[in-house]
């Protein structure tokens, strides 16, 4: 069954190119695990929102879970911690 995500980032004070930069990195990572990214969106990060919207599709809840569990995600950890100050994920349908 695939599974839909919303994945929303919020950078630390003055980190947002870190966040990009993480991102990037660690979404290339998707590929291996079946899933993709359908949509990738930025806002200015004002008013408390996030900067970063993610809309992502894997092919089954054990190839999110192959995602997150990732060894090369977690081997990133030092530039997540320093980079995003909270993220949020929801499960999603397209509609």
């Known amino acids: 069954m695939t599974i839909r995500v919303c994945v929303l980032l ?13 991102e990037d990195r660690v979404l290339m990572l998707l590929a291996d695990h079946g899933g993709r990214v359908l949509q990738r969106a930025r806002t200015d990060a ?15 809840q054990a190839a ?14 030092a530039a997540h911690d320093a980079a995003i ?11």
């Open 46 to 60: 004002g008013d408390g929102m996030p900067l970063e919207i993610q809309i992502l599709e894997y092919p089954s």
């Open 64 to 77: 999110f879970d192959a995602y997150v569990t990732d060894g090369r995600r977690a081997a990133l950890a």
């Open 85 to 95: 100050a909270r993220t949020e994920v929801l499960p999603v349908e397209l509609i």
């Open 10 to 22: 919020w950078p630390k004070p003055g980190a947002e190119g870190a966040l990009i930069d993480y």
